[in-house]
Structure formats: C-alpha cells, structure tokens
Nanobody
Framework: QVQLVESGGGLVQPGGSLRLSCAASGSIFSIYDISWYRQAPGKQRDMVATITSGSRTTYADSVKGRFTISRDNAKNTVYLQMNSLKPEDTAVYYC??????????????WGQGTQVTVSS
C-alpha cells in the first residue's frame, strides 16, 4: 500500500521557520507531481506549492518568496521550507501526490496532514 506521511509541523513564532517533510512509502513505480496544500479552520483546502517530476515549481501568491518546495527522488520525499512565517499561515498542511504503484495505475494520494501554528 502506498502511503504519504507528513512530519515537521509545530508551533512557531511569527517570523520563524519550519521545514515540513512528506515521505512516500510502499511499492512505488513512479511519482509525478507533488503538492503541498493547507486548510485553515472553516476554510477550503488551497494549494500552497507544487513540484513536477522535472522539479519545476509553482507557488501560491501568498507564499512566494517565503516558501520553497523541493524533492529528493532517491528518498521519495518532498520538503516545504517555510520562512518568515505569519499567523495567517496557520493551518493543517497536507501532502498530495500522483503516484503509480508497481503493477497498478496512477492514483492521487493524500497524507494525513500536519498542524502548523504561527503564534506569539
């Protein structure tokens, strides 16, 4: 079974930094686009950043210049470096990936989420 597991969330003061990780495990043939989404209480889930299999990146306007997405294909892991954090970045952050499991068709997978709280 393919799984995505996020880690690295926590409580940080405004202006601080956090680094989120999302590791894919299981019998994986290929991983395509990987994205980070976030969902604040009472709000919809929004895309934060995406990285393609060719490492091309896209960011939401609200995080450009502050967040950086990267991937380590050897470890099947994607990272989200978050700097200059603001209270409005508070949300549950989810990893999403299009993955082809070995011997199966490509599917869309979600992680369980990790809480990020920015507060003094």
């Amino acid at each position: 079974q393919v799984q995505l597991v996020e880690s690295g969330g926590g409580l940080v003061q405004p202006g601080g930094s956090l680094r989120l990780s999302c590791a894919a495990s299981g019998s994986i043939f290929s991983i395509y686009d990987i994205s980070w989404y976030r969902q604040a209480p009472g709000k919809q889930r929004d895309m934060v950043a995406t990285i393609t299999s060719g490492s091309r990146t896209t960011y939401a306007d609200s995080v450009k210049g502050r967040f950086t997405i990267s991937r380590d294909n050897a470890k099947n892991t994607v990272y989200l470096q978050m700097n200059s954090l603001k209270p409005e970045d508070t949300a549950v952050y989810y990893c999403n990936a299009h993955i082809t499991p070995t011997g199966s068709s490509t599917k869309n997978y979600w992680g369980q989420g990790t809480q990020v709280t920015v507060s003094s």
